[in-house]
């Protein structure tokens, strides 16, 4: 028995494997760190809990339409028009079962054999194999450290080609935590202008987690002309801590908005109807606790930032936004380890840093863009103190 083409065309995603590997770690009794899940450790919002709660009692328990509730349509249109001044109606919006089903969604529901996608790198780990899985060929564009992980204009226009589907922009970003600014975001803009038949995906996941004042934009909003080839994705995950409620959601053009609703009724029908009623409350809900976490979540990069750019050989820039950094180390490639292993690959180093230093982060390789590190900070303090100090020691016994 063999399994399809399609799914040997895909990797299991990295994040997740490392997220078990340190399950098991701990299961096993020992004191491993685990900087790797990209998921915010606040509690979901007691009054988004009490919603849920209420939604069960009231019955909301059945079957809904298919891409999402009169309601939280109606909710993600206020949303998008309030926070990013964008204009859709109710049937231009999405409701899907997470943010990466919103992917999953719009890329298998456009994407012929031979598409092209260009995914800036480094990228989340589901861009690119979402697009093999569909039949698409990524294309990468590499953005490093020196350019602040963004990519240019320039480097943009030249890796369009005619048979160019989509493009993916997402900021702030997973895995580096960069944000792109209004005028950067104009700028790219404009050379999609001269590119007609390329659709455009906003990833906007981490728009609430921006840091020392930074101004959210998206695509849509700055470059109106675009807003018919974009599809703005967002969702409750990472600005809610709802990662395990499972809803994501977009706004675009009506054509893509339908496609994607005829995939999802052959496949996972309606997302779950108590999270949707969460998110109803989530979204229509006071905002201002958005800003403390924030706030905390900036302490915590400042101090993680700082402790790493410590290390000899270690360059790690400062994001604008998410709970990631990502330092690259290309100084210390090259270097043995006090038990003799040559540090040769980040995959190595991650090893390493697990093995003897019980830390547990995931290794740039998986997206895309080497040799470096994806930590995320979204623990506390005196822990993340404790494996950035590992991670220092670790690195000072290399040779
Ligand atoms: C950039 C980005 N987009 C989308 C998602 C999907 O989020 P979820 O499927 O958990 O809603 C993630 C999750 O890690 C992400 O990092």
Redesign the pocket.
């Known amino acids: 028995m063999q399994t399809s083409a399609a799914l040997n065309r895909i990797q299991p995603s990295a ?1 997740l494997a490392m997220t078990s590997r340190v399950l098991d770690l701990k299961r096993q009794g020992i004191d491993v760190i685990g900087l790797g899940a ?1 998921e915010p450790d606040f509690d979901t919002p007691d009054f988004v809990k009490e919603a849920a709660i209420e939604a069960i009692r009231k019955g909301a328990t059945k079957y809904t339409n298919v891409d999402g509730t009169a309601e939280l349509k109606a909710a993600i249109v206020a949303k998008f028009a309030r926070e990013n001044g964008l204009t859709y109606a109710e049937n231009q919006i999405s409701v899907n079962s ?4 919103t ?1 999953f969604n719009a890329f298998c529901a456009t994407i012929d054999a031979g598409d092209e996608v260009i995914v800036p790198a480094p990228y ?1 780990v ?1 861009y690119p194999d979402v697009v093999e899985f569909a039949g698409g060929k990524p294309v990468f564009i590499s953005a490093g450290a020196e350019q602040g992980y963004k990519i240019k204009p320039e480097q943009l226009e030249a890796a369009i080609t005619a048979k160019t589907k989509w493009v993916v922009l ?1 900021s702030p ?2 895995p580096t935590g960069a944000a792109y600014s209004a005028d950067e975001l104009r700028a790219l803009g404009q050379v999609l202008e001269r590119h007609p038949h390329v659709l455009i995906y906003a ?1 906007d ?2 728009e609430h987690i921006l840091y020392d004042g930074f101004e959210f934009a998206t695509i849509a909003q700055v470059c109106p002309s675009l807003i018919d080839r974009t599809l703005t ?1 967002n ?1 409750v ?2 600005a809610y801590a709802m ?1 395990g409620w ?3 959601y977009a706004g675009g053009p009506q054509w893509l908005i339908k496609a994607m609703g005829k995939l999802q009724s052959q496949s996972t029908s309606n997302p779950c109807s108590i999270s949707q009623a969460a998110s109803v409350a989530a979204l229509n809900g006071d905002q201002s606790f958005l800003k403390d976490r924030a706030a905390a979540f900036q302490k915590r990069r400042d101090l993680v930032v700082g402790m790493l750019n410590e290390i000899e050989g270690m360059n790690c820039p400062t994001p604008e936004g998410a709970f990631y950094v990502y330092p690259e180390f290309s100084a210390l490639i090259g270097k043995t380890t006090p038990k003799g292993v040559v540090i040769d690959t980040d995959e190595t180093m991650i090893g390493y840093l697990l093995d003897e230093a019980k830390v547990a982060a995931v290794h740039g390789a998986a997206f895309g863009f080497s040799p470096a590190l994806r930590i995320s900070y979204a623990t506390s303090e005196s822990i993340l103190t404790e494996a950035c100090s590992r991670i220092q020691q670790a690195c000072k016994a290399l040779r």
Do not use: E
């Not at 997470?98 to 089903?101: D, F, L, P």
């Open positions: 994040t990209g997470g943010g990466k089903h992917l989340w589901s997402n970003s997973n990833d996941m981490y994705a969702g995950s990472k990662t499972r809803i994501g």
